[in-house]
Structure formats: structure tokens, C-alpha cells
């Protein structure tokens, strides 16, 4: 007979441990709001970009060539008034040249391999950039490529525009607590989102349709450069305000 009074007894024992399991924390309210911000600041440089092509039957050759004929850019964009550390290599290539099709179908003969040597010219003369782009597009040994504008201090901009997003964030968070008759509590997560400029490039098509000889290209440099940034801000959901 004591086995099962035993067996009883450790059945009793053991409901009363099963029933006092905690329960699951309740999850806090919370505010959470993306903010979006904007800056707008003056552009200190442009960078023109140009490309010295050569071809020629061997790698070798093209190679040589393009090393003469960049010589020469060089000599004509310093005599232009740029200085050489404003000049830089942003990219050289050497490929087998395409074939070509002449319009009876017949393949057009031309040499074997091409040498692309890209350059970025550096100018802080905005209102001279039309001029210097006019007088690439006169060379016969560059091609002009496009234009860019850009800051000395880019995360100034990134910065700012962040400051302005977490103050629409707060705002917003604020409207919305105040209708809902509550208050924003602690500052719970910060989740950052991107922040990039936005420059609108000038239309090149007019340019390089511009016959050689052109003085000037018209260029307007940007008044502006904008960066434009969002970050989602959540904040704990207090009592009436």
C-alpha cells in the first residue's frame, strides 16, 4: 500500500511547481518614426574626365603609344593652367580592339589592341569650367568624358543632413505622441540609415555634339551640393504627457 500513496504524493508535489512557471515579460509600447533631413552646401571643386585612346597592332605598340600621346595631354592641360598634382589616373586599359562591321557587312580591318588611359582633372575655378571643357573638346588626342562637382570635406555634408533627419524624427515622434495623449519616454534604439549627396550632373549630350574649336562649353556649375540622409529613431511610450 505505500507505493502508491508515495506515487500520489510526488504527483501532488510536482503540479504546484508546473503552475508557478513565470509568464512571458510583456513587451513595452513604443513611438518608432523614420526621419528624413537634408543639407545643402557649396561645391569647392569640379573634376573633368577625360579618356587619351590609342590603337595599334600589339599590346606593346598600343601601350607606347598611349604613353606618347598622354605625354602631350599632359603638356596641354598644364599649359591650360592646371597644375600636374591636379592631374591623376583614374583608370587605364588595354583590350582587344572589337571588331567592326562597315555597312556592307564586310568586317572593317583595324588594329588588334586598344589603350584607354582615363584622367581626372582636378579645377577649383568653377565659372572657368566651361572654358577648360571647351578647349579639351578642341584637342584630337583626348576625349571628354564628363564633369563632376564635389566637397573637401564630403562628411560634412553626410553629417548635417544626419542632424536634420533626427530632428524630423523627434517631431514627428512628438506629433504623434501628443495625439495619441502620451509622452515620449527614454530614447530606446538609433538605426541608422544612408546619407549620400544627390548632384545633378549637367547634360553632356550638347558638348560632346560641339565641333572642335569650341571655346567654351556651357556648364553651369551647381549653386549647391544637397545630401540628403534618414534614420529611424524608436522611443519608449510614457504615460499622459
Not at 509600447?29 to 577625360?50: N, Q
Not at 572657368?128 to 564628363?146: K, P, Y
Not at 562637382?149 to 543632413?161: M, W
Amino acid at each position: 500500500m505505500r507505493l502508491p500513496l508515495l506515487a500520489a504524493l510526488s504527483l501532488c508535489l510536482a503540479v504546484p511547481a508546473f503552475a508557478q512557471a513565470p509568464a512571458p515579460a510583456q513587451r513595452e509600447p513604443t513611438i518608432s518614426v523614420m526621419g528624413t533631413g537634408e543639407a545643402e552646401l557649396k561645391p569647392d571643386f569640379a573634376r573633368i574626365h577625360v579618356t587619351v585612346a590609342t590603337q595599334a597592332d600589339t599590346v606593346a605598340q598600343a601601350t607606347a603609344a598611349n604613353n606618347t600621346a598622354t605625354e602631350r595631354v599632359l603638356a596641354r592641360i598644364q599649359g591650360l593652367g592646371i597644375k600636374r598634382e591636379d592631374i591623376r589616373t583614374a583608370n587605364f586599359q588595354v583590350f582587344q580592339t572589337p571588331p567592326q562591321v562597315g555597312p556592307d557587312g564586310k568586317e572593317i580591318k583595324t588594329p588588334k589592341f586598344s589603350a584607354n588611359h582615363q584622367l581626372r582633372i582636378t579645377t577649383r575655378d568653377l565659372d572657368g569650367v566651361g572654358r577648360l571643357a571647351g578647349e579639351i573638346l578642341a584637342s584630337g588626342d583626348m576625349t571628354f568624358q564628363s564633369v563632376t562637382f564635389g566637397l573637401d570635406r564630403q562628411e560634412e555634408g553626410g553629417d548635417k543632413a544626419r542632424e536634420a533627419a533626427v530632428r524630423d524624427a523627434r517631431r514627428q515622434a512628438e506629433v504623434y505622441a501628443a495625439a495619441a495623449g502620451v509622452s515620449l519616454g527614454r530614447l530606446l534604439e538609433i538605426r541608422d540609415g544612408s546619407a549620400q549627396p544627390f548632384e545633378p550632373q549637367p547634360d553632356m549630350r550638347m558638348s560632346m555634339a560641339m565641333a572642335k574649336g569650341a571655346e567654351s562649353v556651357p556648364i553651369v556649375p551647381p549653386a549647391t551640393i544637397r545630401y540628403t540622409a534618414n534614420v529611424q529613431l524608436v522611443w519608449e511610450m510614457a504615460g499622459k504627457p
